[in-house]
């Protein structure tokens, strides 16, 4: 079972990257997933979160109405759209998995996250 990311790069502020994550081996649609990212010497945090089904959604208020995350069951699939980007926006981000049918609510707080994918590095420039 791996978690793959990918998308990140460097940008000015403005303007806009597609992070995307793969899942491999597992029942992808019955897993909660998310976004998270963490800079030096703090903590890793929630950026969105999606349900199994990708009817429930949660964001975090320093990027609502500016990324939107999705997902693709079909591809094992994850996506973060990041629009409007801010160079407060640098970080690694990481994609996260819950428990299998676990609720969204249970992976909102990153110790609750028990699969992670590699960090791809985001940098804002401005």
């Known amino acids: 079972v791996q978690l793959q990311a990918s998308g990140g790069g460097l940008m000015q502020a403005g303007g806009s990257l597609r992070l995307s994550c793969v899942a491999s081996?597992?029942?992808?649609?019955?897993?909660?997933m998310g976004w998270f990212r963490q800079t030096p010497g703090k903590e890793r945090e929630l950026v969105a979160a999606?349900?199994?089904?990708?009817?429930?959604?949660y964001y975090a208020d320093s990027v609502k109405g500016r990324f939107t995350i999705s997902r693709d069951n079909a591809k094992n699939t994850v996506y973060l759209q990041m629009n409007s980007l801010k160079p407060e926006d640098t970080a690694v981000y990481y994609c996260?998995?819950?428990?299998?049918?676990?609720?969204?609510?249970?992976?909102?707080?990153?110790?609750?996250?028990?699969?992670w994918g590699q960090g791809t590095l985001v940098t804002v420039s401005s």
């Open positions: 081996g597992r029942t992808f649609s019955r897993y909660v």
């Open positions: 999606i349900s199994w089904s990708g009817g429930s959604t």
């Open positions: 996260g998995s819950g428990y299998i049918d676990n609720a969204l609510g249970t992976i909102l707080d990153p110790a609750g996250v028990p699969l």
